[in-house]
């Protein structure tokens, strides 16, 4: 049976911990050839290195993704490597603090800016050359938070509100190029992003997440990256200026529905990737 991105090759940033990691092992395992892209703190060689030893095809690439130049050397590294370029998928991004507005520090903003939205922006000026020679895609990393906003942390939502219209922008006028360009929203995911011990959330907030989903759990990176993988696919031809939300139901709750949710909803499932840096996500402006 053929492999649902057999011969495609695919940019994944942000590929070296939480949904990247998932993204970048499911598309291995569907065929794809991987760069595993991230800035120079990532795990991004531990993970290419996991996708050959199980047989896969992957390639690390360390740099500052915000910086065009830099987003430039990724594509000409796919292409010389692996002859061309078929998917780019914008899942770098960064969650460095929640705060009320008033207190949000500038330093924080401005991290948010550069790894949410200017990262975006450099990938996707740089691989739509090449995209448009293999009528190729893009996926982009949006949030429940860039249709709802979120609370304490304002900002956050706003860079996901921009990638939404920015991707839909995108999908509007590459369409005479035979570009799609879609957006995967996911909601409160089991990595270090939604852990008080690993990211900026507090105890509170974490169970708040939690409850706001009709199914009473965080989803896994390998659920996000199924999602990834269908708009990534030719199954999503018809596919293009979409929102997929992956979010448990958080769009439509009201109130602590995850209370309500049944036992069986509230577990997650096994999956089938290993994944050794789901709680490795860099949030933090401070190094």
Same mark, same amino acid.
């Given at each position: 049976?053929?492999?649902?991105?057999?011969?495609?090759?695919?940019?994944?940033?942000?590929?070296?911990?939480?949904?990247?990691?998932?993204?970048?092992?499911?598309?291995?395992?569907?065929?794809?050839?991987?760069?595993?892209?991230?800035?120079?703190?990532?795990?991004?060689?531990?993970?290419?290195?996991?996708?050959?030893?199980?047989?896969?095809?992957?390639?690390?690439?360390?740099?500052?993704?915000?910086?065009?130049?830099?987003?430039?050397?990724?594509?000409?590294?796919?292409?010389?490597?692996?002859?061309?370029?078929?998917?780019?998928?914008?899942?770098?991004?960064?969650?460095?603090?929640?705060?009320?507005?008033?207190?949000?520090?500038?330093?924080?903003?401005?991290?948010?800016?550069?790894?949410?939205?200017?990262?975006?922006?450099?990938?996707?000026?740089?691989?739509?050359?090449?995209?448009?020679?293999?009528?190729?895609?893009?996926?982009?990393?949006?949030?429940?938070?860039?249709?709802?906003?979120?609370?304490?942390? =304002? *900002?956050?939502?706003?860079?996901? %509100?921009?990638? +939404?219209?920015? @991707?839909?922008?995108?999908? #509007?006028?590459?369409? &005479?190029?035979?570009?799609?360009?879609?957006?995967? =929203? *996911?909601?409160?995911?089991?990595? %270090?992003?939604? +852990?008080?011990? @690993?990211?900026?959330?507090? #105890?509170?907030?974490? &169970?708040?997440?939690?409850?706001?989903?009709?199914?009473?759990?965080?989803?896994?990176?390998?659920?996000?990256?199924?999602?990834?993988?269908?708009?990534?696919?030719?199954?999503?031809?018809?596919?293009?200026?979409?929102?997929?939300?992956?979010?448990?139901?958080?769009?439509?709750?009201?109130?602590?529905?995850?209370?309500?949710?049944?036992?069986?909803?509230?577990?997650?499932?096994?999956?089938?990737?290993?994944?050794?840096?789901?709680?490795?996500?860099?949030?933090?402006?401070?190094?």
């Amino acid at each position: 049976m053929k492999k649902r991105l057999e011969g495609k090759v695919a940019i994944v940033t942000g590929g070296g911990s939480g949904i990247g990691e998932a993204i970048c092992k499911k598309f291995a395992r569907e065929g794809a050839s991987v760069v595993v892209a991230g800035l120079p703190e990532d795990p991004v060689e531990d993970v290419a290195k996991e996708i050959q030893q199980e047989g896969g095809d992957a390639i690390p690439f360390t740099g500052d993704l915000s910086v065009l130049a830099v987003a430039e050397s990724c594509v000409e590294l796919a292409v010389k490597q692996y002859g061309k370029l078929d998917v780019l998928v914008n899942n770098a991004g960064t969650f460095p603090e929640t705060n009320l507005l008033s207190e949000f520090s500038e330093e924080a903003f401005d991290y948010l800016l550069k790894n949410n939205i200017r990262t975006a922006f450099a990938m996707s000026k740089a691989a739509l050359p090449e995209l448009q020679k293999t009528k190729g895609n893009i996926v982009s990393a949006g949030s429940e938070s860039g249709a709802l906003g979120i609370a304490q942390n =304002a *900002p956050y939502g706003g860079t996901k %509100g921009f990638i +939404h219209a920015f @991707t839909k922008g995108l999908a #509007a006028e590459q369409a &005479q190029n035979g570009v799609r360009c879609n957006i995967v =929203a *996911p909601g409160p995911i089991d990595t %270090g992003w939604t +852990h008080k011990e @690993t990211g900026p959330m507090d #105890a509170q907030m974490e &169970q708040m997440v939690t409850k706001g989903t009709l199914m009473g759990r965080r989803g896994t990176p390998e659920e996000v990256a199924n999602v990834y993988l269908f708009l990534a696919s030719d199954e999503a031809s018809y596919v293009t200026g979409a929102i997929f939300p992956v979010d448990g139901g958080t769009l439509i709750a009201k109130g602590p529905a995850g209370d309500q949710a049944s036992e069986s909803m509230k577990k997650q499932p096994d999956g089938e990737l290993i994944l050794k840096h789901s709680k490795d996500s860099h949030t933090s402006v401070r190094k």
